[in-house]
């Protein structure tokens, strides 16, 4: 690749992008590999977003590639399900790995073999040790480790143990196969880690095949290395993981030796992203699932209504960097608002409604109105809004003892009908129990379309909803699922947002009822609103709210 096309993928700068391009610059790559590799254990989050727009984000950028590898070396917790719901989280984002599809089981039988190399070289053995027993030789950060008493066992006498480890003639637990660098290493995860473990279960894609599993720390590097990953881009509490990757490495004839290189996770104000959390929340049905909107999981992200295009701009917002640091929630918020206001439609819907009776206006007669689709486009064009004698407001654009300021409906007071007309207050009608329910107005018949014919300023504008035309339709409103910034300190369930979720019946203009599902548009002056994925069909929307209109998380605002 030449300079040009390389400045040609004008993105923001970050570290890792200005080491590919200088390995790109040097020739010391023709062809940058990247990888995604989730654990198969859970359902993928906004975090993992940050590492797919990463990984996926430079493959496509410098024309390389980047992988898909399920990381499914842990045998007991990996499920199908998940491993659908990651691919289908992926290219929903955004990003296609074509036919780089892997899985480190795929290496068993490789990881196996590069082991027996380890301990014909001697840089590997079986140690017998208990847990417990290894453990307290490993030593603390203050205190060297202790060898133990297995280290010098016979290259023979190895390879013959970690032979039957394999076949099966042991209990978990009687050995583990450990590489020997240095008990006495500052850094804990060269005093000879343990690379192989008995663990007698079935692996969900090798099935009875192995009782001995490779760790994390050995069949990472070399899955990278047999893959030919360039850049094993992964967060920060791996670097001191990195002496470690690169020794197996160093040590062993494999097809490349790619570079680590980390970078800082995201962490998100207001919610929990650790996947046990996330797991009990759905087990204990303190959420409706995995894809509950108020679930910072790309399922439940778009459940909410978010755009795969939200979330990249916004991965692309925060940037990458090597300290870590908190990213407040109504960034990501923000992203989702930035991208709706530009391309929702505008409808009206009422979702606590008031009615509204205009007197001297023709009962049985409908007027229609035209409202542009979007203020700022016309190519969004334009639809017709039905009028008529009885109409919708939002129960709160009306005070009977309006306090100051407040230019809404009032009595006496008059306000616009949104494309439609002025009409004032005149009467307030309760119910027994002296609640408002319902209020009368006149109108002002030469302010058609909305506008005051003798120039006079009419202050407030309210958005309504034709009571003969209205569909009834169920609206969720979301809000944040913790009331404090930092639910994952302490027990998350202690700081539960009670109001999180309301289910309302409201009331919408009638173009709404054909919505399609996963259309979205912003209801005037609400916010945000879609068309839900699972439960909303044409001709009998449901929709949820994915955002405000503007951040007033804390300020009192619905
Ligand atoms: P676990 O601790 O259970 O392994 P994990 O978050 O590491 O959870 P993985 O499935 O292993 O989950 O993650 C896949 C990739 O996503 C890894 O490369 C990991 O570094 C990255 N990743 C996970 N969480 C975040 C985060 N909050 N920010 C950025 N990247 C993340
Ligand atoms: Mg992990």
New binding site residues.
Partial sequence: MNSTEITAAEKPANFIRNIVIDDLQSGKHDLIVTR????P?GYLHI??A??ICLNFGLARDFQGRCHLRF?DTNPAKEEVEYEESIRDSVKWLGFDWGEHMYYASDYFERLFQYALDLIRAGKAYVDSLSAEEMRAYRGTLTEPGKESPYRTRAVEENLDLFQRMKDGDFPDGAHVLRAKIDMNSPNLNMRDPVIYRIKRVEHHRTGAVWCIYPMYDYAHCISDAIEGITHSV??LEFEDHRPLYDWVLDQLDVPCHPRQIEFA??NLSYTV?S?RKLLELVQEKLVDGWDDPRMPTLVGLRRRGYTPESIRNFCETIGVGKSDSWIDMSLLEESVREDLNVRAPRAMAVLRPLKVVIEGYPEGETEEFEAANHPNDPTMGVRKVPFCREVYIERDDFMEEPVKGFFRLAPGQEVRLRYAYLVRCTEVIKDDQGEVVEVRCSYDPASRGGSAPDGRKVKGTIHWVSARHAVEAEVRVYDRLFTTSNPGNGDYRTVLNPNSKETLTAYLEPSLAQAEKESRFQFERLGYFYADLVDSRPGAPVFNRTATLRDSWGKGQQ
Avoid: A, I, Q, V
């Avoid at 995604?36 to 654990?39: G, K, L, R, T, V």
């Fill in positions: 995604f590799p989730p654990e254990n975090g993992h940050k590492s990381d992964c967060t996770r995201l992203m996947k």
